[in-house]
Antibody, heavy 116, light 112 residues
């Protein structure tokens, strides 16, 4: 059974940093691209970033480019999202999802709140 | 960016009756690989999104056959043949043909 478990969310001040993790199980992690998607009440679902199975290809939304870094550790079956220079508009539930052209499994999400 | 527009934004439906949601993109979703990467997601209250349909018309594993997807190019439709109580939630279309991946605004399905 595929399972994705996000962690690392919390309250952070504007300009601060946070690293999200997504622990994956139930599939061959290194064989699949992975994706981060966030959800806010006002803006709905927003694609944030994707990474290829081998980690060599990374893709970002313009809204986070230069501030967020996606990475993966296949020895730990874990996906990461390093978030720097956080802004109020980054406040959202962050989901990790398996896939690149289709997102077939989603985690439960972790809430990130950027506020002073 | 590809803009995805869903209609209606809210759909009150009687149990056992059909429901239909439309999704339009402002650009063709035909990928260079020949496929149309349009997916439909369901989000039940308090739950993460769940994949229902991929490549416009392929039902994902475990999805009841009352759900079907159709369409091509820029016009797509999700149909539920007979709505059940567990279908309440928000439905999103999503394109992964181009970067950035983009989503529709969501359609809230509720029971009359």
């Amino acid at each position: 059974e595929v399972q994705l478990l996000e962690s690392g969310g919390g309250l952070v001040q504007p300009g601060g940093s946070l690293r999200l993790s997504c622990a994956a199980s139930g599939f061959t992690f290194s064989s699949y691209a992975m994706t981060w998607v966030r959800q806010t009440p006002g803006k709905g679902l927003e694609w944030v970033s994707s990474i290829s199975g081998g980690g060599g290809g990374t893709f970002y939304a313009d809204s986070v480019k230069g501030r967020f870094t996606i990475s993966r550790d296949s020895s730990k079956n874990t996906l990461y999202l390093q978030m720097n220079s956080l802004r109020a508009e980054d406040t959202a539930v962050y989901y990790c999802a398996k896939g690149f052209l289709l997102f077939d499994f989603w985690g439960q999400g972790t809430l990130v709140t950027v506020s002073s | 960016d590809v803009v995805m527009t869903q209609t209606p934004l809210s759909s009150p439906v009687t149990l056992g009756q059909p429901a239909s949601i439309s999704c339009r993109s402002n650009q063709s979703l035909v990928h260079s690989d020949g496929n149309t990467h349009l997916s439909w997601l369901q989000q039940r209250p308090g739950q993460p999104p769940r994949l229902l349909i991929y490549k416009a018309s392929n039902r994902f594993s475990g999805v009841p056959d009352r759900f079907s997807g159709s369409g091509a190019g820029t016009d797509f439709t999700l149909k539920i043949s007979r709505v059940e109580a567990e279908d309440v939630g928000i439905y999103y279309c999503m394109q992964t043909t181009q970067f950035p991946r983009t989503f529709g605004q969501g359609t809230k399905l509720e029971i009359k």
